[in-house]
């Protein structure tokens, strides 16, 4: 797959030479064209990284089973990370692809994330909810510091119900 991104690249790079070299469009056009196809160089450049298994920075699903998770304590100038692999419940059911994610480190968070896979390891398997924080209650709410966290809370999967015969 990442090899078609590539090809892709290259192609645009081409047209955009051709497009430059030959064509009599005036100097500020092309000007203009070589800016747009250069930034979204760098969009792309960034949602190929997004393929690749990098860890998002994205939010967390709203409910999801936690497969995994690595701490990254705080260290010097490194704030820390916690990267989970998890994978969304949504209408109760869970889905089979497993998705990295990276949160900011927090102690409590720490906390939680190594009790859950300390019971992982026991056989309990664990999920997760994530809402989002709230902000002062100041100005509009895209605008309140809080407001693109969220609260993370890991607890024990509850075990299925089978209906009665």
């Known amino acids: 797959m ?4 590539i090809i892709v690249f290259a192609l645009i790079a081409v047209l ?4 430059l070299v030959y064509s009599n469009w005036p100097n500020w056009l092309k000007g203009l064209l070589a800016v747009a196809v250069s930034c979204f160089y ?3 450049f960034g949602a190929v990284h997004s393929l690749l298994g990098i ?11 936690m497969l995994a998770a690595m701490i990254d304590e705080p260290r010097g100038k490194f704030p820390g990370a916690l990267y989970v692999w998890v994978t969304p419940i ?6 089979l692809q497993p998705r990295a994610y990276r949160l900011p480190y927090t102690r409590s ?9 300390r019971k992982g390891r026991e056989g309990v398997p ?11 209650g100041k100005g509009a709410s895209w605008l309140n510091p809080g407001s693109d966290e969220q609260e993370v ?7 299925p119900q089978v209906p009665e015969k």
Not at 57 to 62: E, M
């Open 2 to 5: 990442t090899l078609t991104f």
């Open 55 to 65: 860890p998002s920075t994205d939010a967390l699903p709203d409910r999801f089973v």
């Open 153 to 159: 809370k890991i607890m024990d999967l509850p075990t």
């Open 42 to 44: 760098f969009f792309g």
């Open 126 to 136: 664990q999920m997760g909810t994530a809402e989002v924080k709230q902000g002062n």
């Open 16 to 19: 955009l030479a051709l497009a």
């Open 90 to 95: 949504e209408e109760g059911k869970n889905f």
């Open 109 to 117: 968070l720490h906390e939680q994330i190594s009790d859950g896979m």
